[in-house]
């Protein structure tokens, strides 16, 4: 089954935080998050495992909540390069393949 | 160039006509993913590979099929397009399926 994503569209003005939720209704082992700009391919940001710890990039971290079966992307200070649409992928426990959400999509304004 | 490559980037074909997909990478990964990306869906899996001659079914499998003789190649055939298949076919690897995939340009296909 399908994560949800939460917002589906959000649009911020440059320097300002953003946070992006995914919930599933399953038990999850790990929860993957990728970026893509339009026109592009879906680039890789990170991959958070269960047991593990939140992970960072740059401005750019995430946590998973193994008890609610969520995770959360967090964007610092947001640059105009943060645009686009942001994928999460969920692992269910036994499944050896990902599910992604419907997607987030991120407007950065001067 | 180490990578991953698809072919055609573009593709308009007609309904009932048989298509082959090609994705080819350079890395030695064991896993090949091929998703179709519709707007309002995200990325759906279509076939997945863990290895050469090992493939399995995603979660829209009907009216595709893949093989996978080499491991650095992974062709999706659609057997008998049909309108519904109009969509962006995005082809992925990884090391292993925890792991990150890594994707393709993609491969824009329009059935008329």
């Known amino acids: 089954q399908q994560p949800v994503q939460s917002p589906q569209a959000v649009i911020l003005r440059e320097g300002e935080d953003a946070v992006i939720n995914c919930s599933s209704s399953?038990?999850?082992?790990?929860v993957h998050w990728y970026r893509q700009k339009h026109g592009e391919a879906p680039v890789f940001l990170m991959i958070?495992?269960?047991?593990?710890e939140q992970k960072g990039h740059e401005k750019i971290s995430a946590s998973f909540n193994e008890k609610k079966q969520q995770s959360s992307l967090y964007l610092t200070a947001s640059q105009l390069s943060y645009s686009g649409t942001y994928f999460c992928?969920?692992?269910?426990?036994?499944?050896?393949?990902?599910?992604f959400g419907q997607g987030t999509r991120l407007t950065i304004n001067p | 160039d180490a990578g991953i490559t698809q072919s055609p980037r573009y593709k308009i074909t007609e309904t009932g006509r048989q298509v082959t997909l090609m994705c080819h990478q350079t890395?030695?990964?064991?896993?090949m993913f091929w998703y179709r990306q519709d707007l309002g869906h995200g990325l759906r899996l279509i076939y997945y590979?863990?290895?050469?001659?090992?493939?399995d079914k995603g979660e829209v499998s009907d009216g595709y099929v893949v093989s996978r003789s080499k491991t650095e190649n992974f062709p999706l055939t659609l057997e008998s397009a049909t309108r519904s298949q109009t969509s962006v076919y995005f082809c992925?690897?990884?090391?292993?399926?925890?792991?990150?995939?890594?994707f393709g340009p993609g491969t824009r296909l329009t059935v008329t």
């Open positions: 958070l495992l269960k047991g593990g």
């Open positions: 399953k038990a999850l082992y790990s």
């Open positions: 992925a690897s990884s090391w292993d399926y925890s792991y990150e995939q890594y």
């Open positions: 890395w030695s990964h064991s896993y």
């Open positions: 992928g969920t692992e269910a426990e036994g499944a050896q393949k990902l599910v």
């Open positions: 590979s863990a290895a050469a001659d090992i493939t």
